[in-house]
């Protein structure tokens, strides 16, 4: 077994800097972890590939969907992924995982903790904030869906998270 990637140590090492827990998956550039949201749980794979010095990271919340409701869940993301700067969301059909993914490529082995945990952050924070969105979709009675405007819904910020630190900014 070849041993860790100079990349993926430096990953663990700005998860650790952060305090969070992570796993590293044996024989692989690859870090697991889990998040608590707002909404959802979200399990977490940062993914180094050492010869590119790129780095991967994964979000994924679990979405149980019918097929009935595929076709509108795939446009909710479709208008999310058009007013996205950095990453971009997906669901995976066949394990109905909501994913939201961003790479980010370094200029040296030995990636930037910042950059690493911007990533990070991004990540949560885009799956937390669209799945409120996901979960009303899913809870649409199927003879009312093409009633459902979704890019009315994704407008609705009383169903955003919180930004931290914004309850102080409150009068």
Known sequence: MRPPSLQILSVEDAFGRQGWHCEPVEGKDVLRAVFSGHHTRIELIAQAYAPMNALAIIGEASLPVQESHQAAILELLARANKSLNLGGFEFDLDRNRLVFRITNLFDRE???ADIITSMVHCTVAELDRLSP???????????????????????????????????????
């Open 133 to 171: 969105y996901a979960v009303t979709v899913v809870r649409t009675p199927e003879d009312l869906l093409d009633d459902l405007d979704l890019q009315r819904l994704l407008q609705r910020e009383d169903l955003i998270p919180p930004v931290p630190g914004d309850e102080d900014d409150l009068p």
């Open 110 to 112: 030995k990636y930037d």
